[in-house]
DNA sequence: CGGTTTTCCGTACAGTGCACGGAAAGGAAG
DNA sequence: CTTCCTTTCCGTGCACTGTACGGAAAACCG
């Protein structure tokens, strides 16, 4: 019995050391270790414990990489299950905002290039029905949508450019006081209170939310 | 009289070949033609017959650069007068998004960095104070300005992935095509429905920015 | 004139993405 | 087993990047 499973090694036509999978694991690992800027195709190779041309076997630059990790990671945010429009939005776009932080690579490279990968789509199709659902159409629908992803991309955004800036919130307390100085001068203190003092961005985040979210409501068919 | 003005080839302390102004129209110019990836130190030299290493004595490197020629074309919103809140941020927003679709390499360039330049601040203000003026304060309008900042950047980052990505109106149907079918695959057609067939940015950003301001006006004290 | 400071920039170095072409490994066929 | 083909791996090389260094030249002051 040649055949038998016992007598042959593996089912499978060839077991490649590299796959697409472990690159891609391994360039969002680099990334959140190093950053957009540190991401290169030979630190990726390395990791990988391989030679940096046979990256190239399995994508065809690093384009391809970045826009291949960036989808990866959208798929972290777990898509929403049924429930009132509010809060599913409100719990969508807070794991959004979550898995930002935790990437904090991403809002760079959405604003450069179009997220057309499968769980970016699926993630935008949660919003277009939530919101078809509870009333919209058309360019109002497309308003609304684009409005939000709008929002939380570019919260984080200046979120992440700000921990940037002071690194850690105990330390670098000069840093700190040169900016709020520098605010002080050029905005006023109204800004200066929220944007330096103020650390908590979890609570601010949804204030603003609530905002766009109101707006959207007026745009709701009555009932 | 060998100190009249005509004896004199000019007053002023030095004339440098190079300025950082010069450096940073130049800059400006480059981005506009090459985008940020085709911007480099050399190419910023040539255009300006210099030697690449010249720039570094009125730049410490080339992210002041990207830094400076992000203030600049900030500087090209003009700072709007007094008038009715809404009416004026809408004319502010409209101005910002065209300043960004000339510059396209803006968007890119927000995501990033922390908006410090006196331009920046000084649009900056005439947001915070407007919406103090209608009467928020504290985190709600903050929460409000950075909503809008983040409206506007958000959708001209997606307006300008969306023109790279078909490049002119016209041509191209064919990747136009491949990306509607794509789009109606994964998302339905009611996101196919403007995102891909309507060109009408502008009037899709006025219908996100009346949301925002929807939004906003809900927390405007009465009256 | 001499001395100092400012401006200019050639050279060099360590890094990048990736084209090319060859080596090696595995499977199929004779 | 041998031969051949396909897939996987990757060393080398090229054109290009940002910028450190140090020297030349020019412009000012005395």
Do not use: C
Not at 33 to 52: I, Q, Y
Not at 86 to 109: D, K, N
Not at 148 to 165: K, P, Q
């Amino acid at each position: 019995m040649p055949e038998s499973i016992w007598f042959r090694a593996d089912d499978r036509p060839r077991r490649p050391r590299l796959t697409r999978e472990r690159i891609v694991t391994a360039a969002v690992a680099l990334l959140d270790a190093e950053g957009v800027a540190g991401f290169s195709m030979r630190a990726l190779a390395a990791r990988l414990r391989a030679g940096t041309m046979s990256l190239y076997e399995y994508v065809r630059s690093k384009e391809d990489v970045l826009d291949l990790a960036l989808d990866e990671v959208i798929g972290e945010i777990e898509p929403a299950e049924a429930g009132p429009w509010r809060e599913l939005l409100v719990r969508q776009l807070t794991q959004s905002r979550q898995v930002m932080r935790r990437h904090p690579w991403v809002p760079a490279l959405t604003a450069t290039r179009p997220l057309l990968g499968p769980n970016a789509l699926a993630r935008s199709r949660v919003f277009y029905s939530a919101l078809a659902d509870a009333g919209l159409s058309g360019a109002t629908l497309v308003a609304a949508v684009g409005t939000l992803s709008s929002y939380v991309n570019g919260f984080v955004a200046s979120e992440n450019t700000w921990w940037d800036t002071v690194r850690t919130p105990e330390a670098d307390a000069e840093i700190r006081g040169k900016v709020t100085r520098h605010l002080d001068d050029h905005v006023g203190e109204l800004a200066r209170h929220a944007q330096v003092d103020n650390g908590d961005f979890e609570a601010q985040f949804l204030l603003g939310l609530d905002l766009v979210l109101d707006g959207i409501a007026t745009r709701l068919p009555p009932g």
